[in-house]
C-alpha cells in the first residue's frame, strides 16, 4: 500500500523515517555513516527499498525485539527518533487520516521505544539481582562451612567436658 506513493504525506513520510532511524544498523538495507547513524538525503526511498519486499519488511519490524534482547540495537537508534515522538502530530490516530498502513507502523513505532524503555530500566536490575543471588550463595556456602566447623569443635569441647 504504502511502497507505491511517490510522494507520500509528510507525517507519513515523518514516520519512515523513524523506521530508518531505528533500523541503522540493524537492517542491512538502511544507508548508513561510519558511526552507524542514518545516511541519505532522501529517505522516502530508503524506505520504499525496504519496503520492496512487504513480508521481509513486516518480518524485520516483528524481529526487532529480539534485536533488542540481544542488545544489537544502538541507543542512539532511539534516541534519533525521540524528537519525532514527541509530536503531537505523530499519533497513530493522526496517521489513519494519512494511511492505515502507517498508523499500524506508527503504533510500532510508539510501542517497540516503550519496550526498549522498559528493557534499559530493567536489564541493570536484573544484573543487579543475578549478582546478589550470586554473592547470597556464596555467603551461605561459606556459612554452612563455619557451622560444620563450630559443630565439630562443639563436639570435641563437649568430650573435653566429660
Keep these: 500500500m504504502l511502497k507505491g506513493l511517490n510522494n507520500p504525506p509528510g507525517d507519513v513520510k515523518e514516520c519512515f523515517i523513524c523506521v530508518l532511524h531505528l533500523l541503522s544498523k540493524v537492517n542491512p538495507d538502511v544507508p548508513v555513516d561510519a558511526k552507524g547513524r542514518l545516511k541519505t538525503e532522501k529517505p522516502w526511498p530508503a524506505a520504499q527499498i525496504l519496503m520492496k519486499d512487504p513480508k521481509k519488511f513486516l518480518e524485520s519490524l516483528n524481529g526487532y525485539k529480539d534485536q533488542i534482547d540481544s542488545d544489537k540495537v544502538p541507543p542512539n537508534n532511539f534516541k534519533m527518533i525521540r ?14 487520516t494519512k494511511s492505515s498502513a502507517a498508523a499500524g507502523v506508527c503504533d510500532w513505532i510508539r510501542n517497540i521505544t ?37 559443630a565439630d569443635l562443639n563436639a570435641k569441647l563437649q568430650i573435653l567436658l566429660d
Design 83 to 96: 524528537d519525532t515522538l514527541a509530536l503531537e502530530m505523530f499519533t497513530p490516530e493522526n496517521m489513519a
Design 114 to 150: 516503550m519496550y526498549y524503555d522498559v528493557f534499559v530500566s530493567v536489564e541493570p536490575k536484573k544484573a543487579s539481582v543475578a549478582e546478589a543471588k550470586a554473592t547470597l550463595a556464596a555467603a551461605n556456602e561459606k556459612k554452612a562451612q563455619v557451622d560444620e566447623l563450630v
